[in-house]
């Protein structure tokens, strides 16, 4: 027996075993996941571990390694969501995402920390050797919400999109904030004497850690995309490329100290639409079957660790303090919801309701990132009493709020997600008022939103789709081939019978038409999976036909493009029916 | 800046970044890969980076570590070598693979390592002091044929099936004999004295380290299979079970000194039945994907490492030595391909041609795993030599008898791969001809490997596939549901017309016909990826419906299985008709 040699590929290839197994168990049987989040059910398990390995070995089971967890278990995870993430709220909501996760981790911060540093005053808590800095450092732990408890927890309630992308994208912006301030009271923790030039340095930081973390994974995603266009003869390797250039703008931005969770976010995020069109349809099932495997065997393996770690002689307790800590995570978050969302309505005209506040400030779960930032403290004497109050928060708000929040969401009949994905024709009519809107705001000379966004997709088109892009026009799935080949059919049939003048006359229209009925029949036949699928390849190429047609558009003149000899046989057969 | 934080990951990712873009770098010019095969311009690329780190640093580069290239580099490519590996041309021809993998490589070992020794005792070549153990030593290492080269050089050159199974099914077994060998000369080599017991020992090792690993990687790709009957309501993980147990096969029979190649292949080849009926389609791409996209990257560090390994100061050169180790390598193998063809073409009806042995004896490619072999020998004063002539080797057989083998195959116009899958028709009628022998040699008494076939498919339905199979008759693609609807009311439609009577009167005929007809059609309409799926997937299905039907088979009789009602409603059908 030779356990030496393979010891480490076998660990690890066990624990990952265990956790996919542990996510079996728990899914075969029904009920058990549709009442308790799968998170608690697996810090459960990592507690039983834990206590198995404690009893058998007298002490304390292995802690999770911090950087275990902030370079193997946490980019495949934060990686899935970018890809993920839906643009379209993620975008619309921005400002509101950034000052929740901006304003909102800086008043949790202080707020916790002050308000922790006014408990320790009390002499009968036994505290006054906790200092303030202390305590704001313990507090920029605590105050950042944690995008791994968020999605695990979110993910099974299915509230409204916009209240989702509200919690989960304060959850991954607010890692910046989170670096800045706990990195620089830990300096300060370091340093003999504080100058009001280190607290402007560090407001500095704020810019440069996040603008910097976008820049680097913009760059990434843009060499990955830009890659992506020469692997047509090794189709085989094109998944790779997604994720190595993640991976890799994840671990330089580490390098760099900025924030590698705003970085692997934005490098996906910009290359996906580039990369979704250079790679063959079967890479990409792998790319996103791998995002998802990956991410959700790492989101587990946390959730265990974090049980495990929970056990052994890691701890002091004080209850006040921890106590304390609770009820201040709490009141302090409810409070910047309501303050923040106070001027958001203010500004809006499609405000966020009482009941989408409470889910928010109830949703600000607390999980492994905390966990790990208070391992990866300096060695002080309170250090294990920080260590117990961020292990029962993150208890408390995983248990508690985790498991209430679910019959809470019924209870108050928050608005929930839509089931069924919008039809071609409400993409094809959203996509018209976007283009709509965006002409009102040129014309009226209003920079908004869709003015930009505008903006964006003309540079995009004229630039990066033609550095960035295999083939630029030409449809390359099979489906949308035959379509095309149907679409033809179907119109020189109509032509020969004469029916084209009785028949809507604008093409556009007609082939809108069609597309109803084919998609009414493909639903008999097809399941979900598949017909999503297809109205996303078909959505996409219908917009890119109609985009040169008659819809205003202020670039491209109609019959400048590529498409006049399309436009030119439809007249030819027009002619010929009337 | 911190490096040291991020320093193994990065490094890593860097490394599988540069053999990924070198691939692309070649695949671009389109020429280069038709000359040169890939290997050998990726081990070109190594050596030009060992120089550059040879020139810059003045000491050599790093050497491949043997532990990296068994433990992470090696499996992924048997893994996908076992997982795609053609079971009928591997299991028809078995017997001479095995005979190939054992008594050949034996027969090499022996001969080479003997007649190396002869030339140590010319005094002219100062080689007195290599003892006969150690020749046999190095002979052990480097009679191997290697596998990842045999698979690199033969994918290019597109031999027929039969040639390319035996090449290549001898360079994965014959890892079992290698192993045994290898290990035992080493400790001979430790021992002062070698009694006749350790031979004998030696000798019954060889069955314990195959068998073992065939064993060890059946039990965990059952295991497998059965996990994924459980994965119906996390379709996610469940590509990875089949990463998690395949490499649990190989690290637990490294474990037990027995053969990781032989297990994982076992594994791999054991659960891919019943693995693919369970998964999902998607599951079931990325499987296949990731597979290949593992071995891929795994083949091409594999040889970039190589070329960097090679340059350094770790060699000894002895003009005689280095010469002769090619000369015998060349002559014995050459001698071992005639001899051992000679006795199988005895027993067989479908012999090997002069033409196909001449390729199977210059098909003998060594590789990385000599390369990390000759690395693990223990320190002794020849051990440089040793390496000396074992990237000689390495280098001559995948420059020159891999630059050259190509040219070789045109020349003598070996048989090729026939480059189009085999038709539907030709499908069934291959299996329709595999009952009839089996029935033949049934009736005969005769226990051939048709016998055989029928008893373990007669197993796998009555026990294994309902122990490890899900859904056990029900297909699960949309493609196979909509051609039974289909099918359902194309038959509906000529009994209702009265015209089944004039159609051939069989069901399994007019089946039959009506595929051909689709398979026509979509012909048209389809890309050949999607059409070879379709293929394999009506042929599966189609299969199984007739195996209840009218064929020969000893165990089961007609309308004693599930399909009663199925015949049933044909045979109202028919009466309605009449």
Redesign the interface.
Known sequence: ???Q??Q???EI??W??LA??A??GF??Y?KLPSVVPESCLLIFVGLIMGGIIYGLNDKSPPVMDS?IFF??LLPPIVLDAGYFMPSRPFFENIGTILLYAVVGTIWNVFGIGFSLYGICQVKAFHLQDVSLLHNLLFGSLIAAVDPVAVLAVFEEIHVNEKLHILVFGESLLNDAVTVVLYKLFRSFCEMPTIKSVDVFAGVGKFFVVGLGGVLVGLSFGMTAAF?TR??K??R??E???VF?YS??SY??A????LSGIVAIIACAMGMKRYVEANISL??H??VK??M??WS??SDTLIFIFLGVSTIGENHEWNWPYICFTIIFCLIWRALGVLVLTFFVNKFHVNTITGKDQFIIAYGGLRGAICFSLVFLLPDFRRKKLFIAATTVVILFTVFIQGMTIRPLVDLLAVKKKRESAPTVGEQIHIRFLDHLLAGIEDICGHWGQYYWKDKLEYFNSKYLQKILLREYDQPKS?IVL?YE?LERKHAIELAEAGQLGHAPSHPSLLNNDRTVITDKKLED???P??LENIQEILARNLYRIRRTGPAYNRHTLPGETEHVEHAKEILILRHKSL
């Open positions: 027996l030779d356990y040699h393979v480490v590929p076998f290839t066990l990952i075993m996919s197994l996510k079996i899914h075969l029904n950087d370079l193997y890659t020469f692997t003869d090794i085989v390797i998944p790779f490329f190595l991976y890799l671990l330089t580490e390098m760099f100290h079967k890479s099932t792998t079957y791998f998802k495997m959700s065997v099979s035959l080949k036949t097809l399941n999976d598949i």
